[in-house]
């Protein structure tokens, strides 16, 4: 037995944060200046292991160059106008006094890189912006004596009354976690890790989201991916190729030497306008280039002696061990964001009580789209939001955690069990998870049609009959897998919905059967809910 039944541990608290990304670490710091009793889990230590911490540091809010209403119709093109609204508002209105406070507190280094965006100045021993924030917030956690268990991996989340007041994690060394708590952050980032091509830190691949889900949550927009040019050359790893700005001189050529954005651009355009304001043309750009066999290149000649050293971008090619300065690099679409996940409400609520949820975990602020930058933002905004919220509905309820009914929390604990009894099979957790990836990649990826999403829900039907006959496991390593696979699989299904039932091209999702978008009959959200156990959904506007 890889869980030892003598090593259930409990813990107690008025605020759980699930998730040490920038979205948890601000809820739980927002949560901390109204309640001494918050407690941080999260898979890996604080800030490591999460998008947040391989950001780039864009970060696009108002400021005295870009007016609020400028954001609110820029974060809405950006999103083909399928936002929701208020949230839009809510990060346009709050954005600027939260992003000076946060600066000022972990002394964030920044510069200002355009008209919309800020950049944090990478960290030169970690070299990458992202490690900056993550560990200064992980920093101010520790500093503010938060307690944090930082190898937990959330398995459910548990319900008394349709009300959220714990969940379940098992940690490294084969300890089962029962966490009872007044009310519950979720930070878990989001799902681009469901694809085999991402540049996502591992295990970002939306457990936390369907979670939710399962406990009565409402998903939306579950079809929008967004895509960006990564690297495609063996000798580089497999990561995104940024951050803006990029150096005037760099072309992006096919391997006839034709210009890409000359090619599928109509307007004059270069790699900085595109990963800013067009990621979604420059995704069918890319994706139509290799699907006609085409390789596809970032050229150097054309860039100066002073930018080699002046860039970031560029001077980060040059800590990667295989590359010879001025090679040009294969590139082609890589998953990097989503934008779809749990409904929320501008106090960061879901449909759950008890139940908040902030960041990339969350859906809506981005509609089909997002904006370069606004994921940071929206992680501070509603990371904020929703520590306060937890920690209000905290002091509210009259929930008393001791006199919850035991059977709420055995019944869960007896679910795990049953879990591991599917542990004796033959399935290598790491093989199905692999082919898992592939088969995303190919049916969900960024040029989509009905026939082939058919197909993958055959191969889905059988896969999960494979699934069914149990797993080997080894270790606890293994067992997480597990438990990993299962959420992606039915977290896999509603994406692929999401996909079917949206016959028109918008942002992030396009079809090669119905390549235009299509206002009349679908500006607006698909919605997702669970009713009577079984999965429904419905569309409507939220832009208005
Ligand atoms: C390479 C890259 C560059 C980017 N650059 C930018 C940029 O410049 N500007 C910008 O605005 N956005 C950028 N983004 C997007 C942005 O970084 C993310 O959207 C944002 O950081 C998400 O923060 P989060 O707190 O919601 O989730 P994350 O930072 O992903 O944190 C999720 C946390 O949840 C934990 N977790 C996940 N699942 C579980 C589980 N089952 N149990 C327990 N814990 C779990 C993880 O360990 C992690 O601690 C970039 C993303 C990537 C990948």
Known sequence: MIIRKDRVRELKCDVLVVGGGAAGMTAALAAQRQTSSVTVVSNSPLGASSATTMAGGGITLPSETFTPEEFISEVMRCGADINDRKLVKAVAETSPTIFKRLCEEIHLPIWKRDKYTFGIIPDEKARMAGYHLASGMAREIKAHGIRCVEDFTLVDLILDDDTC?????????????????????????????????????????GNGLILAFEAGAQLRDMEFIQFVPGFDDPQLPETIFQPPPFPAGLKVVNSKGDDIFRKHFQEEIDLNEAILRYRDRLTLALKREC?????????????????????????????????????????????????????????????????????????????????????????????????????????????????????????????????????????????????????????????????SLKQFKTKLEQFKKDVAEGFRVEDVRDLKRVIRLRKMLALIDIVRLACELREESRGGHYRSDYPAQNDEDWRKSIFLEKKEGKLSHYSRRTDL
């Open 291 to 451: 699907d006609s066999g085409e390789s596809v290149m970032v050229e150097f000649s054309g860039v100066n002696e002073v930018d080699w050293n002046r860039y970031y971008c560029l001077k980060l090619l040059s800590y990667y061990q295989n590359y010879e300065r001025g090679k040009p690099i294969g590139i082609s679409p890589i998953a990097h964001f989503t934008m779809g996940g749990v409904v929320i409400d501008e106090r960061a609520r879901t449909s759950v009580k008890g139940l908040f949820a902030a960041g990339e975990v969350a859906g809506g602020l981005h509609g089909a789209n997002r904006m370069s930058g606004v994921a940071l933002t929206e992680c501070l905004v509603f990371g904020e939001i929703a520590g306060k919220s937890a920690s209000e509905y905290s002091k509210e309820c009259d929930i008393n955690l001791d006199k919850i009914c035991e059977g709420v929390y055995e019944d869960k604990i007896a679910d795990f069990w049953a879990l591991e009894g599917l542990t004796n099979g033959k399935n290598s957790p790491l093989a199905l998870y692999k082919r898992l990836q592939r088969y995303v990649w190919t049916y969900l990826s960024p040029i989509r049609e009905a026939t």
């Open 165 to 205: 007041v714990g969940c379940l994690g098992i940690s490294d060394d084969g300890t089962l976690y029962l966490v009872r708590s007044k009310s519950v952050v979720l930070a878990t980032g989001g799902y681009a890790g469901i694809y085999l091509r991402n540049d996502n830190p591992p295990g970002i691949t």
